[in-house]
T-cell receptor, first 114, second 115 residues
Framework: AQSVTQLGSHVSVSEGALVLLRCNYS??????LFWYVQYPNQGLQLLLK??????LVKGINGFEAEFKKSETSFHLTKPSAHMSDAAEYFC????????????FGTGTRLTVIP | DTAVSQTPKYLVTQMGNDKSIKCEQN?????MYWYKQDSKKFLKIMFS???????INETVPNRFSPKSPDKAHLNLHINSLELGDSAVYFC??????????????FGPGTRLTVL
């Protein structure tokens, strides 16, 4: 079975500061990992995904994430936060051997302080 | 142009009623999904359909039934609504047969409130 844990339900950063949102996965097989963003009152939008190619994945809006097997982590980063980054971020996992059944973490709300 | 659309956006109803939520995608995708997001923002998949066939059916009550009249639509019908059904329901779609690497595109959600 696959699952993800997001540490920190709320993260606040100052505008221009580094954004770091944590995600650790649990999987009996090498997983596929995703980061989605949900802006207020909107659906989810894919930021980036890891599908066993390069371990450093670059996504939209300047975000990137690095797959670290030794740490079972897939943390999301952005060098400089922008006010428009304020949203809910979800990490999700699927298995390469199953259907496209996304298992989501509980989400991290990012607040950007001007 | 809206890629994945849902109607209605808000739905308020009484316990025991039957209601439907509609979903349409204009992306030409082959697989569609329904997710439930509870009050704590936890997202869980409910169903997915590929070419009119159910390929995932998680342990949801049989009061919930997905209906797909064609590849572009996956409606969610709920019988005998209960208080615990209050949530935001998201429709999504993906290209292909639902492989694990396929990106899912989400609709804006339908907020269901059961009184």
């Amino acid at each position: 079975a696959q699952s993800v844990t997001q540490l920190g339900s709320h993260v606040s950063v100052s505008e221009g500061a580094l954004v770091l949102l944590r995600c650790n996965y649990s999987s009996s097989v090498p997983p596929y990992l995703f980061w989605y963003v949900q802006y207020p009152n909107q659906g989810l939008q894919l930021l980036l995904k890891y599908t066993s190619a390069a371990t450093l994945v670059k996504g939209i809006n300047g975000f990137e994430a690095e797959f670290k097997k030794s740490e079972t982590s897939f943390h999301l980063t952005k060098p400089s936060a922008h006010m428009s980054d304020a949203a809910e971020y979800f990490c999700a996992v699927t298995s390469p051997f199953g259907a496209n059944n996304l298992f989501f973490g509980t989400g991290t709300r990012l607040t950007v302080i001007p | 142009d809206t890629a994945v659309s849902q109607t209605p956006k808000y739905l308020v109803t009484q316990m025991g009623n039957d209601k439907s939520i509609k979903c349409e995608q204009n992306l030409g995708h082959d697989t569609m999904y329904w997710y439930k997001q509870d009050s704590k923002k936890f997202l869980k998949i409910m169903f997915s359909y590929n070419n009119k066939e159910l390929i995932i059916n998680e342990t949801v009550p049989n009061r919930f039934s997905p209906k797909s009249p064609d590849k572009a639509h996956l409606n969610l019908h709920i019988n005998s609504l209960e208080l615990g059904d209050s949530a935001v329901y998201f429709c999504a779609s993906s290209q292909g047969a639902g492989a694990a690497t396929d990106t899912q595109y989400f609709g804006p959600g339908t907020r269901l409130t059961v009184l």
